[in-house]
């Protein structure tokens, strides 16, 4: 079992940056072993990839909307992903989502990210 557990969201104006933070425990953890992604869901919107990290961290994919803006990096040994958000637009608000997959999916319980002025 793997608990995900996502901080940083919050309130930023328009251009702002914001950090999130993703932070992975559980009993028979191998952090290093999962492909890490960050997600969003906005009001009415199916949840959207926004971007992954190979378990190496060697490779990234990111969704044309963020791609430039966004940043996602992963430390091992302190079992944590990142997402660096940059340049913020309203259309970025959004409850963000940290996952991690190997096998199976494991979800937290998201951060909301609003972007207003």
């Known amino acids: 079992q793997v608990q995900l557990v996502e901080s940083g969201g919050g309130l930023v104006r328009p251009g702002g940056s914001l950090r999130l933070s993703c932070a992975a425990s559980?009993?028979?953890?191998?952090?290093?072993?999962?492909?890490m992604s960050w997600y969003r869901q906005a009001p009415g919107k199916e949840r959207e990839l926004v971007a992954g990290?190979?378990?190496?961290?060697?490779?990234?994919n990111y969704a044309d909307s963020v791609k430039d803006r966004f940043t996602i990096s992963r430390d091992n040994a302190k079992n944590t992903v990142y997402l660096q958000m940059n340049s913020l637009k309203p259309e970025d608000t959004a409850v963000y989502y940290c996952?991690?997959?190997?096998?199976?999916?494991?979800w937290g319980q998201g951060t909301q990210v609003t972007v207003s002025s």
């Open positions: 996952n991690a997959f190997r096998l199976i999916d494991y």
């Open positions: 559980g009993s028979t953890l191998s952090f290093r072993r999962y492909t």
């Open positions: 990290i190979s378990s190496t961290g060697g490779s990234t």
